[in-house]
Nanobody, 123 residues
């Protein structure tokens, strides 16, 4: 089993920045894809970003392109999400997840999930 724990969430002003971190433990598999999703109250869970095992290929949702950046450190078993120029619509619970697939088709292709960390963007 793999355990994922997110941290770094909180309250931030519009235009501000936050850096989320996800720590993996247990039977970690370095070659698995890592991803970030977010879910606002009453909304569906949506894809934010993903990164392949080497860290050299990333994917970003159109809503966060140019503002968010995903990265990973396999030596530390962590994946981060740097969030800049935050907007109120970025408010959500952010989840990290890992998938056995090189190119996951959606949330159902992710095998393990963290508990989430709250990000609130408000003045």
């Amino acid at each position: 089993q793999v355990q994922l724990v997110e941290s770094g969430g909180g309250l931030v002003q519009p235009g501000g920045s936050l850096r989320l971190s996800c720590a993996a433990s247990g039977r970690t598999i370095t070659t698995w894809t890592m991803g970030w999703f977010r879910q606002a109250p009453g909304k569906e869970r949506k894809f934010v970003a993903a990164i392949n095992w080497s860290g050299r290929t990333t994917y970003n949702a159109d809503s966060v392109k140019g503002r968010f950046a995903i990265s990973r450190d396999n030596a530390k078993n962590t994946v981060d999400l740097q969030m800049n120029s935050l907007k109120p619509e970025d408010t959500a619970v952010y989840y990290c997840a890992t998938s056995r697939y090189v190119i996951p088709n959606g949330p159902n292709d992710y095998d393990y999930w963290g508990q989430g960390t709250q990000v609130t963007v408000s003045s």
